[in-house]
Every structure is written in structure tokens, then in C-alpha cells.
């Protein structure tokens, strides 16, 4: 549960530094990134505490990320890319405390 509080948290720490004279719409384009987790329906079982999403589900592998980097520079597209990379982050960090890896290889 503390990691999911992580994806809300660590956004809205970035937007109240950064981008605090539109933090709405900037927290609201930050949060529409969590929808990069619907890859997890495709997954069987949908949820599995032990699995890391890194390298696993499709939009959680190597070639997306790279994608959400570039998205990153572009400013049209910049905090959807930050806030996917975030997300990668996050995601690897809690891979890294839950299995002792930072991607299913």
C-alpha cells in the first residue's frame, strides 16, 4: 500500500516545486501517467504481490520507457513523459525492495 501512496506523493512534491502556478493541471497530466498500469489486466494473474512490473508488462518494458524519456524533453509533452518516468521509478525501486532486483530480465 505504501508504494501505491508513493505514485500520488512523489508527483505532488515534483508539481509544488516546479509547476505551482498551474499545479492542477499539472498534477491532473501527472496522474492520467498511472493509467500506463491498465497493462497490468493482461497480465495472469492481474496482480501478484511478488512480481516485478519492470521488464514484465508491456508498457513497463525497454522500449516504452526510452519513449517516456523522450516525451520528457519535448515541453507539448513534457509531464507526461516525467510523469511515466516517475512511475518506471517507483516501480523499480519498490522491484528492488520486494524481490532484490530492478527489472524481470
Request: proline fraction near 6%.
Amino acid at each position: 500500500m505504501l508504494h501505491i501512496s508513493y505514485h500520488f506523493i512523489f508527483p505532488a512534491i515534483l508539481i509544488a516545486l516546479l509547476y505551482r502556478k498551474s499545479w492542477k493541471r499539472s498534477y491532473l497530466i501527472i496522474m492520467s501517467t498511472m493509467l500506463v498500469d491498465l497493462d497490468h489486466l493482461l497480465a495472469n494473474p492481474i496482480y501478484d504481490p511478488t512480481r516485478c512490473s519492470i521488464g514484465f508488462h508491456p508498457l513497463h518494458t525497454e522500449i516504452p520507457i526510452f519513449i517516456y524519456l523522450l516525451l520528457s524533453f519535448f515541453p507539448k509533452t513534457r509531464l507526461i513523459g516525467i510523469g511515466l518516468l516517475i512511475h518506471m521509478a517507483l516501480d523499480s525501486i519498490d522491484c528492488q525492495f520486494t524481490n532484490g532486483i530492478w527489472f524481470t530480465v
